[in-house]
């Protein structure tokens, strides 16, 4: 790897923990930067599973204040996160990933949604009877995370939003802690199984590290309604550039 190529994944970590930290995007920035690093696409893609678990930590440190007295709900959703990332590790070790692939972007896009229209679904889930358990959602959002992963963390930050009613710098800083134990339980089975690249997942998390540090910080002085409105414009840009690489 040359100096060009460490730099590229060094920055783009910093970016990946930013937009990670502060919309759920991490993948927006840190997947195509591996591709860019001449890394291929599965490799790619368990390598960053990996790099990002320093996002979860420096999210963690960033979030304080937000993560207060949550700590009995991050271990409700939490245990649930590290069996769903488990099983999406092991589909994605077993499987063709192709025709997941193709249904990434239309999962990214429900996401997006969810979030413009928050208020209005969150009403309608909270009438009597339309109350799914959120439990499942993050389950099935987590194997999607250790499969692929890219926007896992926007569909999860949209699944959190509808149900709780609380400031987006709270749910936002649950959903990176909850995001993190799906990542650590597809990127064990990665670290054991799968074709990482070492050098490519340290210079992407040592980034990532910074970037998810500060992002929090940010995101407390964002006024929420433009915050989501940006989170959802990225997630659709998302979309449609994995819907291209499809």
């Known amino acids: 790897m040359n100096t060009g190529q460490a730099t590229l994944l060094f920055l783009g970590g910093i970016g990946s923990g930013l937009t990670g930290s502060m919309a759920g995007l991490a993948s927006l920035v840190s997947y195509p930067a591996l591709l860019a ?3 291929p696409p599965i490799a790619a893609n368990v390598t960053n599973t990996v790099a990002l678990l320093s996002s979860a930590a420096g999210s963690a ?16 959703h939490g245990v649930a996160g590290v069996a769903g990332g488990t099983a999406g590790a092991l589909l994605l070790m077993s499987t063709p990933s192709d025709a ?3 249904i990434v972007p239309g999962l990214i ?3 997006a949604l969810a979030l413009l229209f928050r208020e209005p679904l969150r009403a309608w889930y ?4 339309r109350r799914p358990p959120l439990g499942v959602a993050v389950f099935l959002i987590a194997i999607y995370g250790g499969y692929f992963g890219a926007a896992a963390g926007v569909l999860l930050l949209a699944a959190m939003s509808l149900a709780a009613a609380e400031p987006l710098a709270v749910t936002n800083a649950v959903k990176s802690i909850v995001l ?3 990542n650590v339980a597809a990127a064990v089975l990665y670290a054991l199984f799968a074709p990482v690249h070492w050098t490519a997942a340290a210079l992407l998390a040592a980034g990532c590290l910074i970037g998810s540090w500060i992002g929090p910080a940010l995101v407390r002085r964002t006024p ?3 915050l989501r409105v940006a989170i ?7 979309a449609g550039f994995l819907w291209h690489t499809a």
Not at 61 to 76: K, N, T
Not at 126 to 129: H, K, Q, V
Not at 232 to 238: M, P
Request: proline share 5%; aromatic share 4%; charged share 30%.
């Open 109 to 111: 896009v429900l996401g």
């Open 180 to 182: 993190g134990f799906s």
């Open 232 to 238: 959802a414009i990225a997630a659709l840009t998302l």
């Open 37 to 39: 690093a001449g890394i």
């Open 100 to 102: 997941f692939e193709r």
């Open 61 to 76: 440190a960033g979030s304080r204040r937000e993560l207060r007295g949550q700590g009995r709900r991050i271990l409700r």
């Open 224 to 226: 929420e309604k433009p």
């Open 126 to 129: 909270a009438r009597p009877g």
